[in-house]
């Protein structure tokens, strides 16, 4: 994954004894690679030239004004030639200077030539250069594969002398190759002779063993390794020019953790470009560096963010280190608080994860890679190559102007080929459902859910401000309608809008509150999730052509938490949620839930892994043991409790009502995400709540609704993960698999000073004699493997001293 700047496995390997130079179909574009030189972290691209064309190294520099080279060592060329003082091609690169010769004619220096102002970026030496003329050419691509060589003829440049090239620069390198705004730097002259928009886009590598890439007049698409077209993925923002010709774009703040740092924004303004203040990018810099204020702030807040983890002394130039050992590695690199650089546009936010915002200084110690340029640069912010790499950036000069950006390949990478997926879900606390806010449409929005495990699709209020430019709706008898299980065809009785079309096919959707039924529309659309290695969040991964049902607006308005707009169907069957996730990424139809204990506080669902999954503080979860699984008619989850047992004794009931024999018609056990509290067919709970209380021993009070046995508070000890009262345990089928419910998950506050056992009494109104509900999955995972037919229980939280708020949602991986 370190090399995704790689762009394509055959750029190197072509040889200069395979170049076509023949005319070719039009040109869309050009590509031209470039890497890192592991001595100086400078950017040096080869670049083929003269003739016969040879291939010369070239610093790569985001503010110099044009390209350069050394003309004095053994330049030889049969169409170099260089224009006299005052002609046109003087007048292009925007010189009226006249070169003259102390000595000979030589291949650097005639006499009544043009002359340049020229500088080694690194050593700072400059001397008056030579404007010259000769052959440049770079490879054609459509965005996907390297195509011929180009050869652009009379390509205006500047000649130096050898000593210009002898101090600072990489070895081997020649001259440079300038990409800022002005006159005849390479891009503008490309485009202007080959009729391109005048745009590039590059692409850093973040290694010195592979290639990275710069593309030439390409509007889209980019596509890298291994398969990533990211033109679809780029954001904007405006592109300011300084008048010395840099880039320069407006940072509105910065936030650590998505909290604002507190900073001079006044230094961040663009007032007073060129002179004073404002964001610039320079490729000369191998980190960013920052005025000294905004430094301090930002180190500051980054550490605060991270007050758990010891600093240890400062590498130069960094001013924050710590001991690598202490951060875990994410998908993005090592697990630490994101940085986010709030851009001028329409979300236009930069993303700065662990990959470019921490660098091993040396073995075992990785550091903040921010340097403190106190008041030395013009810039405020001088962004380095080390927060570019891996992160396509394209500079429109043409009238718009814009900067494009897109997140880093890594992140894209994870996304198309995620591990798993991570979805918060937290409890209403008006109607005690579990909610999850969904990702999907184009542009996306979030959307909230009730999470059913009894439903068996996911269905959305469509007539309500649904608004996507990738919705659609299958035909009747479509292979997408055949997917869904469903041969029904759905008719309007008006015209068609949002959830109804005419000739499209149906499916049952019911409110699971009200239960309330109707007819809704099968339909397919962009839904997205964050990917996750178990530790941290990830990039989002889109899934298009997603099938879910449309309802009308009628059918979300009572009984659902306030703002819900569907429900999420997890139940076993074809288009569920869990089963669509894995069939369209190749994840195993496996997940993952963790309920959280209260309404101010996420839980969580894990799709397609196995585990671990980690928690603050370190705590590293997989449910187990298993027990056997068993699906209903209806799609429920079933599990075998062969017993209860209280105190651990076992409690006297019919074991038949407990018996799975009969699925989905009547006993056995299932899990309800519905229902609050664990519902008991009436034998079991009368045995269940007189067996506890011969076992607590203790006088009890009149029961709160709708439970059945209750304790005045202050006569229960309480421990340091809740109250102290006999546990209760379900004994279930397999090898040490019993299900342990002690004081957190069986007692409730009914009001206050009282305590009630939270099981309910469910009479003979539910097919299984045992529904468990969600306060009995309180803090304890929960995994479901659809493959193995297989249900996993965790042990409580609790004894681990953590629980299901503490997934990292906070650093992304």
Request: hydrophobic share 40%; proline share 8%; charged share 15%.
């Amino acid at each position: 994954m370190a090399h995704l700047a790689l762009f394509f496995l055959s750029l190197l390997s072509l040889s200069t004894t395979h170049l076509s130079l023949a005319a070719h179909s039009p040109i869309k574009g050009l590509v031209l690679p470039v890497r890192k030189d592991a001595a100086t972290k400078l950017l040096v691209a080869n670049i083929y030239g003269r003739t016969p064309l040879v291939p010369v190294g070239y610093v790569v520099d985001l503010t110099a004004p044009h390209l350069w080279v050394n003309c004095e060592t053994n330049y030889k060329s049969s169409t170099f030639h260089e224009p006299k003082c005052g002609s046109a091609q003087c007048k292009v690169a925007n010189t009226s200077f006249c070169h003259t010769c102390p000595i000979t004619a030589r291949p650097f220096c005639h006499a009544n030539t043009c002359g340049r102002l020229l500088e080694n970026p690194v050593s700072h030496q400059s001397t008056i250069g030579e404007v010259a003329q000769d052959v440049i050419a770079l490879r054609s691509t459509e965005g996907s594969n390297p195509g011929h060589l180009v050869r652009v003829p009379n390509f205006l440049f500047t000649c130096s002398p050898s000593a210009l090239v002898e101090r600072g620069l990489p070895e081997g390198v020649q001259g440079v190759a300038g990409l800022s705004q002005g006159h005849i730097p390479l891009q503008n002259q490309l485009a202007s002779r080959l009729g391109f928009k005048p745009t590039f886009t590059m692409c850093i590598p973040s290694t010195t063993k592979a290639n990275g890439v710069i593309f030439f007049g390409l509007d889209g698409p980019y596509r890298f390794l291994p398969g990533i077209d990211v033109s679809g993925s780029l954001k904007y923002t405006p592109l300011t020019i300084s008048p010395f010709m840099e880039y320069y774009i407006n940072v509105k703040s910065i936030k650590i953790n998505q909290k604002r740092v507190p900073l001079n924004t006044s230094l961040l303004a663009l007032t007073d470009i060129g002179t004073a203040g404002g964001t610039t990018f320079n490729t000369l810099l191998p980190y960013t560096i920052l005025e000294g204020s905004i430094f301090k702030a930002i180190i500051t807040f980054f550490a605060g963010q991270l007050s758990k983890v010891p600093r240890v002394k400062p590498i130069a130039p960094f001013g924050l280190c710590y001991e690598s050992k202490r951060f875990s590695s994410t998908l993005l690199g090592p697990g630490v608080p994101s940085i986010d650089l709030e851009l001028e546009g329409n979300d236009a936010i930069w993303s700065i994860f662990g990959q470019n915002s921490m660098v091993e200084a040396k073995p075992g110690i990785l550091c903040l890679a921010f340097v403190n340029g106190k008041n030395e640069y013009r810039a405020s912010i001088n962004i380095g190559t080390y927060q570019m790499q891996d992160i396509p950036l394209k500079f429109d000069l043409s009238q718009s102007s814009l900067l494009s950006f897109s997140p880093t390949l890594l992140s894209q990478a994870a996304a198309l080929s995620p591990k798993a997926l991570v979805l918060p879900l937290h409890k209403d606390a008006a109607t005690n459902l579990l909610v999850a806010k969904i990702q999907g449409r184009t542009p996306l929005i979030p959307t909230s859910y009730v999470v059913d495990l009894t439903a068996r699709h996911l269905w959305a209020n469509c007539e309500t401000n649904y608004k996507s430019s990738t919705f659609s709706e299958p035909k009747c008898g479509s292979a997408q309608c055949k997917a869904a299980n469903t041969s029904y065809c759905h008719t309007c009785p008006k015209a068609a809008r949002p959830f109804c079309h005419a000739n499209t096919c149906g499916l049952l959707l019911e409110n699971p509150m009200t239960h309330e039924s109707t007819i809704g529309e099968v339909a397919q659309d962009v839904i997205a999730f964050s990917s996750t290695d178990g530790s941290n969040p990830g990039p989002l991964v889109r899934v298009p052509n997603f099938l879910f049902t449309c309802s009308p607006s009628a059918l979300v308005e009572n009984g659902l938490p306030k703002g819900v707009q569907g429900v999420a169907g997890m139940a076993q069957a074809p288009i569920a949620l869990q089963n669509q996730l894995a069939s369209r990424l190749g994840l195993k139809p496996i997940f993952t839930m963790c309920v959280p204990a209260s309404s101010y506080d996420d839980g969580v669902i894990f799709f397609g892994s196995e585990g671990p999954y980690t928690l603050l503080p370190g705590v590293k979860v997989t449910p187990v043991p298993y027990t056997p699984m068993r699906i209903s008619p209806f799609g429920e989850y079933y599990i075998n409790v062969k017993s209860i047992k209280i105190n651990q004794k076992p409690v006297p009931i019919n074991k038949s009502l407990l018996s799975p024999a009969n699925i989905g018609t009547g006993g056995g056990t299932t899990i309800n995400t519905l229902l609050p509290y664990t519902v008991l067919e009436d034998s079991i709970f009368k045995a269940v709540t007189s067996f506890f209380a011969k076992e607590l021993s203790m006088p009890t009070v009149k029961p709160v609704a709708p439970f059945g046995l209750c304790y005045e508070s202050s006569r229960i000890s309480w421990t340091k993960v809740g109250p102290q009262v006999p546990s209760i345990d379900l004994e279930l089928e397999g090898k040490n698999a019993v299900w342990s419910i002690n004081g957190p998950n069986s007692m409730q506050q009914a009001k206050p000073g009282v305590l009630c056992l939270a099981f309910v009494n469910g009479g003979s109104n539910y097919r299984a004699s045992v529904n468990i509900g969600t306060y009995q999955m309180q803090n304890i995972p929960l995994q479901f493997d659809l493959s193995r037919s297989t249900f996993g229980v965790g042990s409580p939280l609790s004894d681990a001293r953590t629980n299901c708020a503490n997934f990292n949602f906070t650093t992304v991986a």
